[in-house]
């Protein structure tokens, strides 16, 4: 059965404190790699797909990389707007292609 | 990208009852999909909208609990049926996108059930 995994839960940062959230995945044939980050109250804003391992991905603070059995998302010289929930998703060739898979997320707090 | 919006964003309603929830898209999409996500939980998929012939349902899901209409390519509707406590959710309205393989989601629609 396809798993994802995300850790830790609950990450506390100081503002520009650098560090990498973790989604561990077992899946039957990957055929992406989805992150959202969601805010309170809000749906899942997307951020990233991966295909294939080795691949890296960057959107201002955030970079995703992705290996054949987990990935990580490096949040650099984080902010207090990067406070959110982090959301990993996978998505299997043998679903159908809007079928995603959640770990249950990490929750981000950055502060001042 | 794609716009969606969802109405209701929230409601709360009475045990027994159904609530219906609308999705619209900016843009003609093939793919909608309807997601729950339950308090402190991550997000499940509950069905596939799909144009013209009946929802495709998740293990667990059933139509008479949830039942879906598409009538084209840029509307949705999901209804909560007889509701209970534990229905008490955000649920969400995604489309899949083929140029770039992204899913998109909506702000969701907060229902509680007391």
């Known amino acids: 059965e396809d798993q994802v995994t995300q850790s830790p839960e609950a990450l506390r940062l100081q503002e520009g404190e650098s560090s990498s959230l973790n989604c561990s995945y077992t899946?039957?044939?990957?055929?992406?790699l989805f992150w959202y980050r969601q805010d309170p109250g809000k749906g899942p804003e997307f951020l990233f797909t991966l295909y294939s391992a080795g691949e890296e991905k960057e959107k201002e603070r955030l970079k995703a990389t992705l290996t054949k059995k987990e990935s990580f998302l490096h949040i650099t010289a984080p902010k207090p707007e990067d406070s959110a929930t982090y959301l990993c998703?996978?998505?299997?060739?043998?679903?159908?292609?809007?079928?995603?898979?959640f770990g249950a997320g990490t929750q981000v707090v950055v502060t001042p | 990208s794609a716009v969606i919006s969802q109405k209701p964003s929230r409601d709360i309603c009475q045990r027994g009852t159904s609530l219906t929830i609308q999705c619209q898209v900016d843009?003609?999409?093939?793919?909608m999909f309807w997601y729950r996500q339950q308090p402190g939980q991550s997000l499940t998929l509950i069905a596939t909208?799909?144009?013209?012939?009946?929802?495709?349902?998740e293990s667990g899901f059933v139509i008479d609990k949830f039942p879906i209409s598409r009538p084209n390519l840029t509307f949705s509707t999901l209804t909560v049926s007889n509701m209970s406590p534990e229905d008490s959710s955000i649920y969400l309205c995604s489309v899949y996108m083929s140029s770039g393989n992204t899913i998109y989601f909506g702000e969701g629609s907060w229902l509680t059930v007391v």
């Open positions: 909208a799909n144009q013209g012939s009946e929802a495709t349902y």
């Open positions: 843009s003609q999409v093939t793919m």
């Open positions: 899946v039957s044939g990957l055929r992406g």
């Open positions: 998703a996978v998505q299997a060739r043998a679903d159908s292609w809007g079928k995603l898979q």
